[in-house]
């Protein structure tokens, strides 16, 4: 509540003196979650050096890691208020907003592999989800790739059965709900800043996320045990408060739109590598003993996730999901 009466003041000083490209230089604040030195920290850096660059310093963007300023929900809430410009939430957070179609992302296995991301990202699925935004107030510029899945636990996750009675953080999306509950956990949503602490006191017992983000937020001190299951995404789309997009002068705007292009490509290059580096690092740590998945034991997982697609269907779309299991080629169910 408190935050949102600092949006409300900090939105009211704005409406003062006038709109963001009337200032100069003109701030774009970009707030995100996650640390620096992840794909997404690192794609935002690229962002604000090629942006400042292209504009001849007519652009400044302030990058806030780490949720600085916000939280998951409360940042969604402060872009649409104008009270930040840019955010990237995981594709995971839109359902609150009303465009819960993004929560296709979430299905266990629907992505078989990055060629697969790409295809659906850069063309008409891709493309349409982005422009769901727009009667938010918000204009979806980009989509950052971070990168497939693992779980922790203090319990060693190999059968469905060890999932049973396991508190679960997840995301705001149903779609994550509807997974751990077919494996028999319970899920909890908590804002991405509270997991480490949540683990830490047992508040939850585990949770699911990428390698980055599990290395650079320590999970690894609190989590004696991974498996590397890859049986889901997590990526970004990267959006901005629509008005003050649209108050871009536009010679502005095609430069910052060209630094956003390049930083995609920068973010959506690193990625793999970031999230391979990170295992490497946390095998290093020898806090977590690390779990490689047979077949045998995917089979297993992906048997008991098969009706979450069904389940969620009336959720995301009938139609969305078929169009998007054609497009990356995934087996249907
Ligand atoms: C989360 O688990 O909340 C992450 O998706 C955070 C992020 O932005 O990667």
Same mark, same amino acid.
């Given at each position: 509540?408190?935050? =949102?009466?600092?949006i409300a003041?900090?939105?009211?000083t /704005?409406a =003062?003196?006038?709109?963001?490209? #009337?200032?100069?230089p *003109? *701030?774009?604040?970009?707030?995100?979650v996650?640390?620096p030195?992840?794909p997404k920290?690192?794609?935002a850096?690229?962002?604000?050096?090629?942006a400042?660059?292209? @504009?001849? !310093?007519?652009?400044?963007?302030e990058?806030?890691p780490? &949720?600085?300023?916000?939280k998951?929900?409360?940042e969604?809430?402060?872009l649409?208020?104008?009270a930040?410009?840019?955010?990237?939430?995981?594709l +995971?957070k839109?359902?609150?907003?009303?465009?819960?179609?993004?929560?296709?992302?979430?299905?266990?296995?629907?992505?078989p592999?990055?060629? #697969?991301?790409?295809?659906?990202?850069k063309?008409p *699925?891709?493309?349409g %989800?982005?422009?769901?935004?727009?009667?938010?107030?918000? $204009?979806? %510029?980009?989509?950052?790739?971070?990168?497939?899945?693992?779980?922790?636990?203090?319990?060693? %996750?190999?059968?469905?059965?060890?999932?049973? !009675?396991?508190?679960?953080?997840?995301?705001? &999306?149903?779609v994550?709900? #509807?997974?751990?509950?077919? /494996?028999?956990?319970?899920?909890?949503v908590?804002?991405?800043?509270?997991?480490?602490q949540a683990?830490?006191?047992?508040?939850?017992?585990?949770?699911?996320? $990428?390698?980055?983000?599990?290395?650079?937020?320590?999970?690894?001190?609190?989590?004696?045990?991974?498996t590397?299951?890859n049986?889901?995404?997590?990526g970004?789309?990267? *959006?901005?408060?629509?008005?003050?997009w649209d !108050?871009?002068?536009?010679?502005?705007? $095609?430069?910052?739109d060209? +630094?956003?292009?390049?930083?995609?490509?920068?973010?959506? !290059?690193?990625?793999?590598?970031?999230n391979?580096?990170?295992?490497?690092a946390?095998?290093k740590?020898g806090?977590?003993?690390?779990?490689e998945?047979?077949?045998?034991?995917?089979?297993?997982?992906?048997?008991?996730?098969?009706?979450? @697609?069904?389940?969620?269907? &009336?959720?995301?779309?009938?139609? =969305?999901?078929a +169009?998007f299991?054609?497009?990356?080629g995934?087996?249907?169910?």
């Open positions: 509540m408190k935050k =949102l009466i600092a003041a900090s939105v009211a /704005l =003062l003196i006038g709109p963001a490209a #009337a200032q100069s *003109i *701030i774009i604040k970009f707030s995100h996650v640390a030195n992840t920290g690192q794609g850096e690229k962002f604000k050096e090629l400042e660059k292209y @504009t001849n !310093g007519k652009v400044k963007v990058v806030y780490n &949720s600085q300023l916000y998951d929900k409360e969604v809430e402060a649409q208020l104008g930040v410009q840019m955010l990237a939430p995981s +995971a839109f359902g609150p907003l009303g465009v819960k179609e993004f929560e296709v992302f979430d299905l266990p296995y629907i992505l592999d990055k060629a #697969a991301l790409a295809r659906i990202t063309g *699925i891709g493309k %989800l982005l422009a769901k935004l727009e009667p938010k107030g918000i $204009t979806g %510029l980009a989509y950052w790739d971070n990168g497939f899945k693992i779980m922790t636990a203090n319990r060693p %996750l190999i059968h469905v059965q060890d999932f049973q !009675g396991l508190k679960m953080r997840i995301q705001s &999306s149903k994550l709900d #509807a997974q751990f509950r077919a /494996l028999g956990a319970i899920p909890q908590l804002a991405f800043s509270e997991v480490y683990m830490q006191t047992g508040v939850v017992d585990g949770n699911e996320n $990428t390698p980055s983000n599990v290395y650079t937020q320590k999970m690894h001190e609190v989590q004696k045990y991974m590397i299951s049986h889901g995404y997590i970004y789309a990267v *959006i901005v408060n629509k008005k003050f !108050g871009l002068p536009p010679d502005v705007r $095609t430069q910052v060209k +630094a956003m292009a390049e930083a995609t490509e920068f973010a959506n !290059g690193i990625s793999q590598k970031e391979d580096d990170a295992i490497v946390m095998k740590a806090t977590t003993t690390f779990h998945q047979t077949a045998a034991e995917k089979a297993e997982w992906m048997k008991a996730l098969e009706p979450v @697609t069904q389940e969620m269907a &009336s959720r995301v779309g009938k139609d =969305l999901i +169009a299991k054609k497009e990356a995934a087996k249907s169910n």
